[in-house]
């Protein structure tokens, strides 16, 4: 399995940027799809976006409507790191952020079944 490893976050104002990295190591094989869920005090983990990296879908990435054209993910094709650049982030935005890996396929790529591996998460808090 895949071992995974965030950082990047911080507290950060309303409006403001930050880029949130994920560090893979191990054996990466088994995955075709890396992605970001959150999770906010008292919710469940929710998807935030993913990038695939297998077939015909080799570098499409998918998300969430709360946070399209706000959020974008890329990946390091040599290290396998990805990033996930956080723009205009809202208060609503505040929650421990977890990098995935997995072999989703449409119908679960945006949930949590659909990955296999997960980081311990970093926490992004917005402020007013």
């Known amino acids: 399995q895949v071992q995974l490893v965030e950082s990047g976050g911080g507290l950060v104002q309303a409006g403001g940027s930050l880029r949130l990295s994920c560090a893979a190591s191990?054996?990466?094989?088994?995955?075709?799809?890396m992605g970001w869920f959150r999770q906010a005090p008292g919710k469940e983990r929710e998807f935030v976006g993913t990038i695939r990296w297998s077939g015909g879908s080799y570098g499409n990435t998918y998300y969430s409507d709360s946070v399209k054209g706000r959020f974008s993910i890329s990946r390091d094709r040599a290290t396998s790191a990805i990033y996930l650049q956080m723009n205009n982030l809202k208060l609503e935005d505040t929650a421990i952020y977890y990098c995935?890996?997995?072999?989703?396929?449409?119908?679960?790529?945006?949930?949590?079944?659909?990955?296999?591996?997960w980081g311990q998460g970093t926490q992004v808090t917005v402020s007013s």
């Open positions: 191990g054996s990466t094989s088994g995955t075709h799809a």
């Open positions: 995935a890996a997995g072999r989703p396929i449409t119908s679960t790529m945006t949930t949590v079944g659909g990955y296999h591996s």
